[in-house]
């Protein structure tokens, strides 16, 4: 009987102290992560880890009382047998009452955990976005310089970026004060992301002025965008407590080019940024990799004849090599890279859902003026439990280590990834087809299958699930997204461990592409 309330104390002990420390060391790093951005963002992480500081103190205190209640009941027990049976079951069901309550307390502490979980989640939906302006902040546009980047280097898709700075703005501020000046900067978000499209990434930089990446666009074609949108500002007024205020802006606008990384890119704008507000403001001028010149106000022989395009070919991309015939001249296929789950990777941390979907929205689109093509992969994730049903549960930890693992090997730095809700990741999958986003998809699907939790049993496996869309003519992004939650839903209908896809119409097993692929070649 000793032996049975030892490891009953022994057990519960041991997961309440292991469930309050794990949450604790993982909120405390994350809140970390967070307090580092910004001053707001970190006042949030202090309050949060104040609560979950709360949470584990108390929960500490809970498992404190509770070993010193088994351990007295434990003494009672020993001396109890020398009385009889029924001092024994008594004590018994004390140790049971005491347990029940031990774990009440634990559900207690797993929902405000959740609720902890939830708050932590909007805060780093917030830390993507601009609060005053509700535009894309700067660590946002930093992520999507990066993709942008990363799909011109393999794909040749130019892009070109433009700086906006507010023309004496302090002035502002100084005359009407800062409440006024805040107004102003939201407004003019308001007219900058409409005067740009829809695929465009418009950004609070800092302060007064904001940036725009626009894709597929060339330096030619931006300088004209950008010369529409100063228009509309010098002819805008702005009212506030009665006045009438009359703003202006000076722009700088360069292309991306051959070898260039982002740094660079940000810095030869900035320089025709520079020479805008020195040529007087209220200006435009660009740069196109060798000098900088004037785009507005127009003087004769000032800006250079647009030459034409470069043609960049594409390079070598293995991961894309899938596409090419046998016979082609790029050779036969190459396969997907194996999958290593153990390297890390910068999946990781995924971006949040809302900025997932603004992400489909820009790609949509860019899609419908004549950009390229992309896929929607909805991976979601589910535990076997042993035995002979091996019934399906919903994974139980974050999957963002796990899918961030898995994808290590077959994701490029132009792919974006989410948490699209609990236990299914979003992966976003530029220029590529339905068969080559099928492919990825039954890779991870497989590798998810071999996967084995390093702090867990053996026994325990894993499953995906997995819908995949790739965009068509009908598509606004909300459809998108609606398709590939439908194939997933069908994935999971048909026992899991399974892909799906749907071709706009129906929801079809990732085999169903393969075989019609086959028969058309």
Known sequence: MESIVNVAMYGVTTAALGAAVACWLGWLAFGRAVAARANAAAQKAAEVLVRLQELAARMALDVDEHNSQIASLNQELIAAQAHGPAAVVDLVARLVELNRRMYDRLVSLEEKLREQAEEIATHAAEARTDALTLLANRRAFDDELARRLAEFRRQGRVFTLVLADLDHFKRVNDANGHQVGDDVLRD???????RFRDMDVV?????????????GTNLDEACQAVCRAREALEQSRFHYGGKEIALTASFGVAQVQLDEDGTTLITRADKALYAAKEDGRNAIFGQDGRVVFRVYPKKEDSLPPCEPLQEIAAPTDPWMAGRADADSPQGPAVPLPEVNPIDPSPLAHLATRTSFCQMIRNRTAEWKRGG????????EISQLRPGDDCRRVPFEDSVAPLVGRLLAGLV??????????????????????????LRVADRVREAVAQWRHPGKNDAARYVASVGVVEVMKSDDFLSVLRRAEAALDEADRQGGNQTYYHDGNRCLPSQAAFQWASSVA
Do not use: Q
Request: proline share 7%.
């Open 412 to 437: 490029r730095e132009m792919d974006a990834a989410a948490e699209y809700s609990p236990g299914c990741v979003a992966l976003l999958l530029p220029g590529v087809g339905l068969d080559e986003a």
């Open 372 to 379: 390229p093509t992309f896929s929607v992969a909805l991976i």
């Open 203 to 215: 950004a609070r930089y800092g302060g007064e002025e904001f940036a725009v990446i626009l894709p």
């Open 188 to 194: 003019v978000a308001r007219l900058l992301r409409r």
